[in-house]
């Protein structure tokens, strides 16, 4: 396994309390702490015209982050990037709907309103939600969106209205396949992926191994990313607090010897597959103890009393505010940087 880092850092860079007060980082297990995940180059964007080049996925992103200017449906929106190649906007015709890893791919997790990296170079760009190419499995009628004022990714109807912002390239193998291998209509019917723009015909980003998942001796290592994850999936066998998330999972290192860790909310977005729900895992997983949601180690900025969480039974990523014991404790680590000290 390559030492390199298969996912994207999340940005995050300061750390908070139970309150959302800035903390020390230095021993919080929070994510600021580790940064775990590919570093974001500097600068970040570069700007060509009226495309922007993402230095740390490979992708090209349209300037105007609105170009179709209002709300759209589902089906709109793919109507409107095909008018968009017609016209060959910005010089190409190759644009297309970003799946939900490359729409989140541009989110920081260290800022709000909007929650993209400081800095950035984008015009145009409304504080709600834009639409993915990404059914959601559960009900192929809705389909996944982020929100650009928080960072917030659920799903809603097909025949609802929200906004386009168009990706072209195949990217550098950063952003891992969504597993979405199937295409539905606006009222969720299958149907051939052909000539649809969506997900599941282009299944963008690095394929994944086969297997993904296979044993190793600290708990099943996943191929995709180079992460372990303990094998038992709900180390404090109910819905805890946030702090208490943090403690069980240091808890846990310090009674094993190992560097368990609380995954922040791209290390557990990793784990979902698109084309499943209840839960939204790949159908070989070998875990035990599945539950619906999780904790990361992800503090929400948008409220940072709040934290990030996966809703696994869907693959939706949301927020908990920390007092509450509101998610279970899944925990991960790495097969090189494991052993820590007892004492």
């Known amino acids: 396994m390559s030492d390199t880092p298969a996912y994207p850092a999340t940005g995050q860079v300061r750390c908070y309390d139970v309150d959302g007060r800035e903390i020390p980082c230095a021993g919080s297990g929070q994510d600021a702490e580790y940064r775990h995940g590919a570093a974001w180059p500097q600068p970040r964007f570069e700007v ?3 495309q922007v080049h993402d230095r740390l996925t490979g992708l090209s992103w349209s300037r105007d982050a609105n170009p179709c200017e209002f709300p759209l449906t589902w089906g709109e929106a793919f109507a409107a990037v095909r008018q968009l190649n017609r016209d060959r906007y910005q010089g190409a015709d190759d644009w297309r709907l970003p799946n939900r890893r490359e729409l989140r791919s541009l989110l920081s997790h260290q800022t709000r309103r909007p929650a993209l990296p400081e ?3 984008f015009d145009n760009l409304f504080l709600g939600w834009y639409w993915s190419s990404t059914s959601y499995a559960g009900n192929p009628a809705h389909a996944w969106y982020v929100h650009m ?4 990714m659920f799903y809603g109807g097909k025949d609802q209205s929200y906004l386009v912002w168009p990706v ?3 990217g550098n193998g950063l952003l891992a396949r969504t597993g979405q ?5 606006a009222e969720g019917a299958p149907r051939e992926c052909s000539d649809t723009g969506q997900d599941g015909e282009y299944r963008m980003g690095r394929p994944w191994p086969e297997p993904r998942f296979r044993s190793h001796p600290l708990g099943i290592l996943d191929a995709l990313t180079g992460l372990v994850w303990r094998r038992e999936t709900d180390l404090a066998r109910d819905p805890v607090s946030w702090p208490e998330a943090l403690e069980a999972a240091a808890t846990l290192s310090r009674r094993e010897g190992i560097a368990w860790r609380l995954p922040n ?3 557990l977005e990793s784990l979902t597959d698109c084309e499943r729900f209840s839960p939204a895992l ?3 997983a070998p875990f035990v103890d599945v539950r619906d949601a999780y904790w990361s180690s992800t503090t929400s900025c948008f409220e940072p009393d709040w934290a990030w969480a996966l809703y696994l039974d869907k693959g939706a990523v949301g927020v908990g505010q920390k007092h509450g014991r509101h998610f279970h404790v899944w925990v991960v680590t790495h097969p090189g940087s494991h052993a820590v000290s007892t004492t």
């Open 149 to 152: 004022e928080g960072a917030r």
């Open 181 to 185: 291998r199937r295409c539905f209509t």
């Open 168 to 170: 072209r390239g195949t």
């Open 265 to 267: 909310i791209l290390e």
């Open 282 to 284: 790949p159908v070989d």
């Open 48 to 50: 060509h015209g009226g």
């Open 119 to 121: 800095g950035h170079p």
